[in-house]
């Protein structure tokens, strides 16, 4: 991974985020199991942090850097584009989306570019606590920030909550946590598969600095990201986004998967 991912100007953030969505198309289209949807609602996000804020990576040590832990590990085609885009992954492996020689379905840590394997849903969080509590043992909180990206559906896991408590009450500042609100989980909307309750509300209620985004609006999330930077407590990005947020079909249903044959048409 190169020392410093951004900061590129607004325009340049549109530019990758238009090129990163047809890569996340791309794999969709060549593997019918790519979850496209959740990829596309949180594509923004990650171009945000990665282009717009920029992210730290040059310390020896591990609490000397930057990380970024997409909990919600499905949606690791956005992450793939991304670090495409960051000329990280190549693109000849993106072609190689979930092949026995290419790349994984989910994240896994060994990978450049890659903090932490996830995609066993509600882990993220505990495990960006642990590293933003060696931060503080080591003093470098306060130079560093821990992104954990979460989705709605995967608030449903009790262990985010265990974690959230956690963060707040040992005070841990450099986490900064942003749930990707796309209204869907699984096959169905949140609504109708869990009551999600008011999710800001949820936060607040731990102790959270609370900040509700647009989740495609790159001025309101690098604002947000800034006041996540000089905020003296954990902070929560709550980021409203669109399911399959470009194609669509998909945002229309908030559908997930792309089916392959449909190729021709979106060519
Ligand atoms: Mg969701």
Same mark, same amino acid.
């Given at each position: 991974?190169?020392?410093?991912?951004?900061?590129?100007?607004?325009?340049?953030?549109?530019?990758?985020?238009?090129?990163?969505?047809?890569?996340?198309?791309? @794999?969709?289209?060549?593997?019918?199991?790519?979850?496209?949807?959740?990829?596309?609602?949180?594509?923004?996000?990650?171009?945000?942090?990665?282009?717009?804020?920029?992210?730290?990576?040059?310390?020896?040590?591990?609490?000397?850097?930057?990380?970024?832990?997409?909990?919600?590990?499905?949606?690791?085609?956005?992450?793939?584009?991304?670090?495409?885009?960051?000329?990280?992954?190549?693109?000849? @492996?993106?072609?190689?989306?979930?092949?026995?020689?290419?790349?994984?379905?989910?994240?896994?840590?060994?990978?450049?570019?890659?903090?932490?394997?996830?995609?066993?849903?509600?882990?993220?969080?505990?495990?960006?606590?642990?590293?933003?509590?060696?931060?503080?043992?080591?003093?470098?909180?306060?130079?560093?920030?821990?992104?954990?990206?979460?989705?709605?559906?995967?608030?449903?896991?009790?262990?985010?909550?265990?974690?959230?408590?956690?963060?707040?009450?040992?005070?841990?500042?450099?986490?900064?946590?942003?749930?990707?609100?796309?209204?869907? !989980?699984?096959?169905?909307?949140?609504?109708?598969?869990?009551?999600?309750?008011?999710?800001?509300?949820?936060?607040?209620?731990?102790?959270?600095?609370?900040?509700?985004?647009?989740?495609?609006?790159?001025?309101?999330?690098?604002?947000?990201?800034? !006041?996540?930077?000089?905020?003296?407590?954990?902070?929560?990005?709550?980021?409203?986004?669109?399911?399959?947020?470009?194609?669509?079909?998909?945002?229309?249903?908030?559908?997930?998967?792309?089916?392959?044959?449909?190729?021709?048409?979106?060519?």
């Amino acid at each position: 991974m190169e020392a410093r991912a951004g900061p590129l100007p607004m325009h340049k953030l549109r530019e990758v985020s238009l090129r990163a969505r047809e890569k996340v198309i791309r @794999m969709g289209l060549l593997d019918k199991s790519v979850h496209v949807g959740a990829s596309l609602s949180v594509l923004d996000i990650l171009v945000a942090i990665y282009f717009g804020r920029g992210l730290r990576r040059s310390g020896e040590k591990p609490t000397e850097r930057d990380w970024l832990i997409l909990s919600k590990g499905h949606a690791v085609p956005a992450l793939y584009a991304v670090l495409s885009e960051a000329g990280v992954v190549s693109e000849e @492996m993106l072609e190689k989306i979930r092949a026995i020689d290419g790349l994984e379905g989910h994240p896994d840590y060994r990978m450049d570019g890659i903090d932490v394997s996830t995609g066993s849903l509600g882990q993220g969080l505990s495990i960006g606590a642990g590293i933003a509590y060696a931060m503080r043992l080591d003093g470098t909180e306060d130079r560093h920030r821990v992104y954990v990206i979460l989705g709605d559906g995967e608030l449903d896991e009790g262990q985010v909550w265990e974690a959230a408590a956690t963060v707040t009450h040992l005070g841990l500042r450099s986490v900064v946590a942003i749930v990707d609100v796309n209204g869907f !989980q699984l096959d169905g909307p949140t609504e109708a598969i869990k009551k999600k309750g008011d999710i800001a509300a949820r936060w607040s209620s731990l102790g959270w600095n609370v900040l509700e985004v647009d989740g495609h609006d790159y001025e309101m999330l690098l604002e947000a990201l800034r !006041q996540a930077d000089a905020a003296r407590k954990p902070t929560v990005i709550i980021a409203y986004t669109r399911r399959g947020r470009g194609v669509g079909f998909l945002e229309a249903t908030g559908g997930q998967h792309l089916d392959p044959r449909r190729a021709k048409s979106l060519e």
